[in-house]
């Protein structure tokens, strides 16, 4: 299964935007990049999905380089209630919903 | 609203006893999964349902651990002989449609925490 490799935690300051990385360099063609993330004592919610180009909801937008080895999910501004696990994963026909550790975001006022 | 929603929230269970954790989908949603969450780790993958047929179960653990989805809502996971590695999260999601279908996002409950003393 492709893997995917993200920093263990980042910080920011509230109200500035928030650019989290991660890399993929073994993903396959028909790999989908998703992006959930988990608040304090929730369940995972889904945040933002891609292919190849880049994608923008409510929540964020998401950022994929052209070789498609990496992908950034970008957060325009951060609050105090974006603090949360962050899991970037990958997803074919084949396979599961494989999570990672995650990236912990640390928001600070 | 409507929600996946689990039940109970917080299980302390004595070793070797049995348990038995409920999740209630989305109305109409097709795939069901179960995941494990350890303390400070992503959840892992347990088992997958596409209406009442258990698809994939490559992730359970053990033997000790079954579970089932009779009537295509309602799904229970079941541990036996529990074990205080068995103490974890877990986390029940739905999905509109058959996982093939992989652009379609999962929604989750909140969790069961289970404790195994």
């Known amino acids: 299964d492709a893997k995917t490799t993200q920093p263990n935690s980042m910080e920011s300051n509230e109200e500035e935007p928030v650019h989290l990385p991660c890399n993929h360099s073994?993903?396959?063609?028909?790999?989908?990049i998703h992006w959930y993330r988990q608040l304090p004592s929730q369940g995972p919610e889904y945040v933002i999905h891609?292919?190849?180009s880049n994608v923008n909801n409510r929540m964020a937008s998401l950022a994929i380089a052209e070789d498609r080895k990496s992908s950034t999910l970008i957060l325009h501004r951060a609050t105090l209630r974006d603090a949360a696990v962050y899991y970037c994963i990958l997803r074919d026909q084949t396979n599961d919903m494989r999570f990672g550790a995650g990236t912990r975001l640390t928001v600070k006022p | 609203g409507a929600g996946v929603s689990q039940s109970p929230r917080y299980k302390v269970a004595k070793r070797g006893q049995d348990v038995a954790l409920r999740c209630d989908p989305i109305?109409?949603?097709?795939?069901l999964f179960w995941y494990q969450q350890a303390l400070g780790q992503g959840p892992e993958f347990l088992t997958y349902f596409q209406n009442e047929a258990q698809l994939d179960k490559s992730g359970l653990p053990s033997d000790r651990f079954f579970a089932e989805r009779p009537e295509g809502s309602v799904s229970t996971l079941k541990i036996q002989r529990t074990q205080q590695e068995d103490s974890a999260v877990y986390l029940c999601?739905?999905?509109?449609?058959?996982?093939?279908?992989?652009?379609?996002?999962?929604?989750f409950g909140p969790g069961t925490r289970l404790t195994v003393l």
């Open positions: 073994t993903i396959s063609g028909t790999d989908y």
């Open positions: 891609g292919l190849t």
């Open positions: 999601a739905s999905s509109l449609f058959p996982r093939t279908n992989v652009i379609l996002e999962q929604f």
């Open positions: 109305s109409g949603h097709v795939s």
